[in-house]
């Protein structure tokens, strides 16, 4: 069986050469959208716009611009007006002012993740190794198929199907 930082660059290869599409939040939980946007409908009715691809991050991250810091998982904490702002200003930095386009992916054995992007960017997704609680997952927004889910600083089984 191939690693873990294998199985990662593996299944996020997949986004080298789409653009960030979106950039939003619930809660403390960050998404990026890659790809164009399309219409799909949640399980509960609700029509939405999402990309052809998703990462949801739920662990430590941080995105960098010239090797500076310009935003962490600590911009989502706190009441839920500071975490909007902080949102609406990535998606601002990614899509509005983009387009912003992956360049490559890079992975390591506890489930880190560095994605590299156009303008000097970079998305780095830093684990917590807590067991049983989930890092990050990868999926296709409104395709049913596994995600590809990083708990605990390890591959999920349940992702390898």
């Not at 949801?56 to 975490?83: M, S, Y």
């Not at 993740?113 to 960017?121: D, E, F, K, R």
Request: glycine share 10%; hydrophobic share 45%; net charge negative.
């Amino acid at each position: 069986m191939a690693n873990v930082k294998e199985l990662i660059v593996r299944r996020l290869a997949v986004l080298v050469g789409l653009d960030v599409s979106g950039i939003n939040h619930a809660a403390d939980l960050l998404t990026i959208q890659f790809g164009p946007l399309r219409h799909a409908t949640t399980r509960r009715g609700t029509v939405k716009q999402v990309g052809v691809w998703a990462l949801h991050v739920q662990c430590n991250w941080q995105i960098e611009r010239a090797g500076d810091i310009v935003a962490t998982q600590d911009d989502l904490f706190g009441p839920d007006d500071k975490a909007h702002r902080a949102a609406e200003r990535l998606d601002e930095l990614f899509v509005k002012h983009g387009p912003t386009t992956v360049e490559s992916v890079r992975g390591s054995e506890s489930g880190e993740v560095w994605i590299a992007l156009s303008a000097g960017m970079r998305i780095v997704i830093t684990p917590n190794g807590v067991a049983d609680e989930e890092d990050w997952r990868f999926f296709a927004p409104g395709v049913d198929a596994a995600h590809f889910v990083i708990e605990g600083g390890r591959i999920d089984p349940d992702s390898l199907n």
